[in-house]
């Protein structure tokens, strides 16, 4: 089955920090892969997908990015964070079918003090 | 603009009573309807998807309907458990990779 795996769980950090948070899809090959971003009371927000290696797409424009170095692998990364960065992150992968549905991994609550 | 409300906002029912979610949205093209359940802290979790065809679909207690013409579709729980306790989110695709979320109904279900 296919399966996405996130860490850390949660994560603490400086304001003007650097972060990188890690996703990683088993189960599948060449999947696509979005990091979206889940504000307290707000709906989620997609930040990034990517269809492929080397190939993302930015939905948003702001203090991260996003990088795809292997097919499985799916990075979200800062050089310095800001406090509006706090949020629960998610990485989603897209399941290949008639509805095309997405399935999610189990998310990194970040929080800049 | 593309949007998806859900209502209520939150909602407390006492174990083994039933319920029922609403979703209403303004989206187009409109692709197909998801409903996800998601646990605090963790990642949503498919229940139903449903397409412009389908009007009703069942996962266990779990009864979603879909009216395209009103654009409303709501999730029916039946029987509830103390592990529905959730966040609720309706979900429609307005076509390949983009996905309009509502900002979910909070369900505690009550001993």
């Known amino acids: 089955s296919q399966t996405i795996h996130q860490w850390p769980a949660t994560l603490v950090q400086p304001v003007g920090s650097p972060l990188s948070l890690e996703c990683t899809v088993e189960g599948t090959s060449n999947p696509n892969l979005y990091w979206y971003r889940q504000a307290a009371g707000r709906g989620l927000q997609l930040l990034f997908y990517s269809v492929g290696i080397g190939q993302i797409s930015s939905e948003v424009p702001q203090n991260l990015s996003a990088s795809r170095p292997q097919d499985r692998q799916f990075i979200l990364s800062s050089k310095k964070l800001l406090l509006s960065d706090s949020g629960f992150y998610l990485c989603?992968?897209?399941?290949?079918?008639?509805?095309?549905?997405?399935?999610f991994g189990p998310g990194t609550r970040l929080t800049v003090l | 603009k593309n949007q998806v409300e859900q209502s209520p906002q939150s909602l407390i029912i006492l174990e083994g009573k039933n319920c029922t979610l609403q979703c209403n949205y303004t989206v187009s093209p409109f692709s197909n309807l998801r409903w996800y359940k998601q646990d605090t802290g963790r990642g949503p979790v498919s229940l139903t998807i449903?397409?412009?065809?389908?009007n009703t679909k069942s996962n266990g207690r779990y009864t979603a309907t879909l009216d395209a013409d009103t654009k409303q579709s709501s999730l029916h729980i039946t029987a509830s458990q103390l592990s529905d306790s959730a966040s609720y989110i309706c979900?429609?695709?307005?076509?390949?990779?983009?996905?309009?979320f509502g900002t979910g109904t909070r369900l505690l279900v009550s001993p």
């Open positions: 449903m397409t412009f065809s389908e």
């Open positions: 979900v429609v695709s307005a076509g390949f990779q983009k996905l309009v």
């Open positions: 989603a992968g897209l399941r290949q079918g008639s509805y095309n549905e997405q399935f």
